[in-house]
């Protein structure tokens, strides 16, 4: 199990232009067959900061391999470019699952 933590640093006065389009990567993300969940969240001190957390099944090198190149998220980087001042990504292994 895969674990991705995406932070968003947005524009000011951006984010209700974002999320739509990170809503609708969501919902695509979840129909792939290795997705498991996706939270989006904000930062209770910054409302222009958000951190999207994602789970998949499979490995870092599985993930890099399959899913960077869907076309989806081709789409989705172009709609959103304007709108992200900074972007940092981690990869996280799963230690203790507690359902």
């Known amino acids: ?30 129909e792939e067959p290795t997705f498991v969940s996706a939270v989006l969240s904000e930062d209770c001190a910054d409302a222009d900061e958000l951190v999207l ?11 890099l391999s399959e899913q960077p190149q869907k076309p989806y998220r081709a789409t989705y980087n172009d709609a959103t470019k304007n709108f992200v001042a900074d972007k940092e990504v981690r990869f996280l292994a799963s230690i203790v699952v507690q359902n």
């Not at 957390?53 to 599985?62: D, I, K, L």
């Open 1 to 30: 199990m895969l674990s991705l933590y995406v932070r968003f640093k947005l524009f000011p006065s951006t984010k209700a232009l974002f999320v739509p389009h990170l809503a609708e990567l969501m919902k695509t993300m979840a």
């Open 53 to 63: 957390f994602e789970v998949w099944n499979g490995s870092q090198e599985e993930w």
